[in-house]
């Protein structure tokens, strides 16, 4: 990493999101899913962000990155339940840092923060990606992350409506 990526890395700052970040979260998931060219699946409201922060415990967690100018990245996670391995779980959901300053250590930042609460509650943390992502994987691998393959399947409320009705 050059001098001017460190100097920018000390620049920026990771924090938990909280109810009152709702709004810079929702724009920054727009952001993202922009990116990901898939802004049509993207169903997120500010309410809603706000009420799974919010929730105790809470139905979403998140981290924010922050620098001089504002927010320009985040994780979001969950903490569910895996029967194999018969305990709770870490979720990523998404994590995304803005092109403009990508390079600069904050997805490590980001991800140093999920080991942080990882190895705090003793839970491992899982997430998904498209296979076709590259420069994820390669990410992910350096991390020391395993991946496995996986097919997901997604059952929209209309879709399983029109199961139902069969």
């Known amino acids: 990493m050059s ?34 060219e898939s ?32 927010m320009v990245g985040f994780a979001t996670y969950t903490v569910d339940f895996m029967t194999w391995a018969n305990s709770r ?32 509650e003793g839970l491992p943390v899982r997430w998904e990606m498209r296979p076709e992502n590259a420069s994820a994987r390669a990410f992910y691998a350096r991390l020391g992350a395993t991946a496995r393959e996986k097919t997901v399947f997604r059952w929209m409320p209309d879709a399983m409506q029109r199961f139902l009705e069969e």
Do not use: C, N, W
Not at 8 to 32: C, G, H, K, Y
Not at 97 to 116: C, D, F, I, K, P
């Open 89 to 120: 779980v870490i979720r990523l959901d998404d994590l995304y840092v803005r092109a403009s300053v990508r390079g600069a250590g904050l997805g490590r930042a980001l991800m140093r923060h999920l080991a942080e609460v990882g190895t705090a």
């Open 3 to 36: 001098s001017d990526k460190l100097t920018q890395v000390s620049i920026f700052q990771v924090r938990v999101a909280t109810e009152a970040d709702a709004p810079v979260l929702l724009a920054l998931l727009r952001e993202f899913a922009a990116h990901e």
């Open 39 to 70: 802004a049509q699946f993207m169903l997120a409201t500010e309410d809603r962000l706000r009420e799974a922060l919010g929730a105790r415990p809470p139905l979403l967690r998140a981290a924010l990155v922050e620098g001089p100018e504002g």
